[in-house]
C-alpha cells in the first residue's frame, strides 16, 4: 500500500520543531471555528497556502486541492439550500434558490474546510512519519494511537493517488477520437472511477494489516526509535512562535 | 539436519462471498525445507502459491479469509501458536507485488521500522540500514517515497529489509520479477552468501538461476509435488502451456492499414523526489519508431524511465521537448490517449466494473455509431478469444484472468498501437504471447516492456535499451 506523505525539501516548515507543528496544527484547527470573519479567515487559508506552495511546491499544493475538489463541489452546490432565510440571491419565482446568508456559510464552510485540509497535509508533508509519531507521544500518545493517527492521515494522499492513477486508465478506455463528453458524462463517469477507488482502499485494509504485523508492531520487545527529535533544538521557542502565530492572527481577525 | 519449515496434510479453501462454495486451494499438502536449503517451488497461476506463503507468515487466514487445516511448524515451533509478529526473525517474505507491503513514508523509514520493532539501538539501525541501502543501490533513494520508485527499486527495498532483518527463512514470492540482470545476479548472491533457509516461489523457471536451488518443488493438483527435475520442468511446461507452440510464430495478421507511431528528439522528464531538494531524472529519446504488425521490446535497468517513456507515448504526460507523431502527424496528448493503449502492469487500475460483460461493453456502448446488437457480438466474441466468462466478476477473478479481461478491453477498443508494460511480470510465457498475438492479429504495433530476456527472445523484432539515460535501438 502506498502512504507517502512525505516530500523532501529545505523550507522553513521542514525545520519546524514537530512537536510544535502539532501544537500549530491543533491550534490553527480550533482557531477556524472561532467568531472570527470571513475576509480574516479567507486571509489565513490563503497565508497557508502560501506557506504550503513556498515549502513544498505548488504540484503538492494542487494535488492537494485536487483531491479536496469533488467534495468542495458537493459542499458548495448544496449547502446553499440549507440556509434559504435572509435576503435572496436567486430566485425561481417564489421559490428561493440561493440567500446572501447560505452563500456567505458556504463560503465560510470551505474556507474551514480548505484550511484544515492544508494544516494537516503540510504537517505529514514537512515531517517523517517516524517523527510525526514521536512528536504525538511527546504530547503523551501510546505508540499505537499516534501510529493510527499518522495512518489515518497518509490514506488521504493514497486515496487520492488511487484515484489518479484509475482516472488515467479512464481516460485510455475512452472509446474513438470522436468521443465527446458532456458535463452529465463527466458526472457519470465518475462513479466507476469512485467506485473503483473504493475497492483499491478496501483492498488495501488487509494488505496493510498484514504488513504491519510482519514487521513487527505488537512485539513483547520495547520498540524503539530511529528516528529522533534531537535535531531540532529550539523546542521552546518554536512553541511560542506557534502560539503567537495563532494569537495574532486571532487578535487581527477577530469578529 | 533439523526443518526449518515442515508443512503436514495442509488443507485451504477461500471463503466464498457468492452463492457457490470456492474449490480447496490445497489438500493434503506435505512439504519439508531443511535448514540451509534452496528450494524452487513453481507453481503456474491460480495454484495459490501467494497464498501458501502467506500461510506460513500466518498472516491467511488471519485477514484473507478461509478454511484452514492441518499442521506447520517453523523451526520446530507450531505456527499456530504464533503470532506473525513473532516471525519478524524467523521467516520473512518478500511480496510478489512490493507496493502491498511498503507502510512508512520513506525507503530509510521503510527498513527502519522492522528494526525498531526489535529494539534495536539507534546506533546498530543506523549501521544495518546504511549497508543494506549500499548494497542495494539505493542510498541516494533513502528519502523517496514509495510512490516515486519504479517496480525493481521497490523490489530492491523489500530486499534491503530483508537483509537488514536477517531472518533465518526467506520466503521470496516472484524474487527476480522486476529486477534487471544486475539486481538479480545481486540477489542470487546474497541468496549464496547469506546461507539461510530460502524458499522461492515462482510461476516461471529461470535456467539460469537452476543451480541456485538444492532442490525444484512443483506446485499442483493442490499439493507439492517432487521428482527428477527433467520430468519436472516437462509437467511445469505442460501445466503452464509453455510446450505449446509460441502463438506468434503461425500468425498471419490481417494488416487492413499501416502505420507507423515515431518520437523524435523526445526529452522525458520526471521529479525524482517532489520538492525541490532533488534534480529530475531525464531521458533522451533522439528517435523511436514502431510501426503496424510489429513487436518491439524495450528494456533496460530499474528506474531509468520505460515507464515514464510509455506514460508519455499514450499521452499520459508531457514531453519537455520534441513530439510523437503518428503517420508523420504530430499528435497531442488527447489524441495519443486515443490512440495508443496501454497496458498498465497492475490490471487493478483498469478494470473496475461489476460484470465481465460490462467491462467489455463499457467503452463501445460510448460510440452511437455502433448498434447495440453489434456491442453484444463484439464483446461475446472478446469473451470467447480470451477465455473468460461474462457474468464473472472481475475483481474475484485471479490474476491472469484480470490480466485477459484488461488485455480483452484493449482488443475491443481495437486502438493502432499497444504498450504492455512488464506484461510477462507473473504470468507464464505461453499467456502472455497469447494476449500478444491476440492483440496483434488485426496488425496493431507493439513495444513490449520487459526484464526478462528469454521472454524478449521469444518475440522477434527489434529491441530498444535504455544506456546512460539515453534510448538507443540494438
Redesign the interface.
Known sequence: ??????????GWLYRLDPRAKILLMLLLCVFFFLPISLAGLLITVALIVVVGWHN??K??VWAVFRSILPMLIFMVIFSPFSGRGGTPLVQIRSFTLLTKEGALQTLRLAGRFIGITYVCTLL?ATT???EVILALRFWRLPYKAALVIT?SF?YIPFIA??FD??S????????????RKNYIQRLKDLM??L??VL??AL??I??????????????D????????LDSYTRLFTDLLISIIMVTLLWLIFKA | MSASLSISRLSFTYQSWGIRPNDPLFANLDLRVEEGERVLILAPFDKGKTTLA?II???CPK??PGTLEGKIALFGKDLSEL??????TEC??VSQNP????????V??EI???????????EE??TR?DRCLARWGLTELR??????LSGGERKRVLLAIQEAIGPKLWLLDEPFDDLDPRWRTQLRQTLIEKGKTVVVFASRYLAEFADLFDRTLLLDERRIIEMEREALLARFAHVGGDDLPNPMKTQQLSLASSHQLQARNVVVER?R??????QPFVLDVENFTLNSGEVVTLTGPNGSGKSSFSRLL?G?DEAKGGAVFLDDKEMSER?L??????L?QNP???I??PTVEEELS???R??REIKSSEVTRRVKEAAELFDLVLEDTP?TMSYPKRKALQAA?YYL?DRPFYILDELDSALTYHAALTIIARLRERGAGILLITHDHVFAKHVEGRAYTIEAGRLVQR
Open positions: 500500500m502506498n502512504i507517502s506523505t512525505y516530500i523532501s525539501g529545505r513544498t511546491g504540484r503538492n505529514f517523517v512519519m517516524g495512518l497518509t493517488e488511487s492513477r484509475i488515467e486508465s479512464h481516460r485510455l478506455r475512452q472509446a474513438g477520437p470522436d468521443e466507476p472511477t467506485t473503483s475497492v483499491v483492498r488495501s488487509p494488505n496493510l494489516a498484514m504488513s504491519l504485523e510482519m514487521r513487527g508492531l505488537g512485539r520487545e520495547k520498540r524503539t526509535s530511529y528516528h529522533s | 502467506k507468515c500466518g498472516v485477514y484473507f503470532q506473525s509478529w513473532q516471525l519478524l520473512g517474505y507496493a502491498e507491503q511498503f507502510i512508512a513514508t520513506t530509510e523509514g527502519a521500522f522492522p528494526l525498531e520493532s526489535l529494539g534495536l539501538s539507534r539501525m543506523k540500514i528519502g523517496a517515497n514509495e510512490e516515486e521529479q523526489h517532489r520538492g525541490t531538494a532533488h499514450c499520459l489524441q490517449n486515443r490512440n495508443i493503449g496501454y498498465f487493478d487500475f483498469q473496475f466494473l463499457w467503452s463501445l460510448r460510440r475483481s478491453v477498443l
